[in-house]
DNA sequence: AGATTAGTTATCCATTCGGATAACTAATCT
DNA sequence: AGATTAGTTATCCGAATGGATAACTAATCT
């Protein structure tokens, strides 16, 4: 019996997990995916950011803070204005945990249609028993 | 000039957004993602996924309530037993939300490729200009 | 130099979150 | 019928979240 993997899942995720927790986290309100909408078209100041929205500057920054703290977003102060930018990259990572998911459930479909096929030639047998009969 | 569309995008993803908002916010924690990937691999009743936890029934109760209020899971009691299960479409709502924000990036990024062009262009003809000084 | 602009820091406040315990209901087993 | 099992409800608690205001710093404009 081979073993492929040693390590558990858990321990090959690393510190990964904890950036899981962040990304979905900013991802999960509603103004921050807004910002990040926006950065998509392209960078943007603070002050950019801002206008949209009918929030007090602070709480605006708050919001930015956690975009960059999950890694979603970079920012760069030039003078006394503060350029973001989206980091499209940390969107894989949602990408990779949602496809390992399908995989999981798919391998789940393959196993059920193994079991289904392993029925119908069951079912067959009986229905032949029972013509024979 | 015609008007493509009328109504405002957020209008048009009406609750769609207060749902993102919860898809993403149970994704947020460790636990409920853990569960979520349990559930990818079958069914369960609320005892085996609590098996795997340090954590008292109550607590992972509450986690299984925010999942099923996110939509990723389902749950069905029958006799004194509740048997989860996952509702992978859940799943897509974020794959949606993930390729629109990555078609806006691309737009943009080709925008910029034929500023780029532009720029191109124009660098060519100041150097013929040059040449020819 | 003085006024304006663009963020930033510090605090505060109500609400939600993630956990716990205690006490309960309703099925199932013996 | 009584004991056990599988969840459920209610309540509590400290920490984190999403918002606000006030007061500040540092660049830029006039």
Known sequence: MTRIRATPIVS????QLAHLDHVFGALSDATRRAIV????EGKASV???AK???MALPSLMKHIRILENSGLVASEKIGRVRMCSIEI????TIEEWLTA???VWAQ???RLEIYVEKLKRE??????KRRTR
Do not use: I, S, T
């Not at 909408?37 to 998509?40: F, G, N, P």
């Not at 990259?89 to 894989?92: Q, S």
């Open 12 to 15: 090959l995720m690393g510190n």
């Open 37 to 40: 909408m926006r950065l998509c």
């Open 47 to 49: 002050g950019e950011l």
């Open 52 to 54: 949209p929205f009918d």
């Open 89 to 92: 990259e940390a969107l894989e």
């Open 101 to 103: 998911q399908r995989e």
């Open 108 to 110: 789940r479909l393959d």
């Open 123 to 128: 079912e067959k047998a009986n229905a032949r």
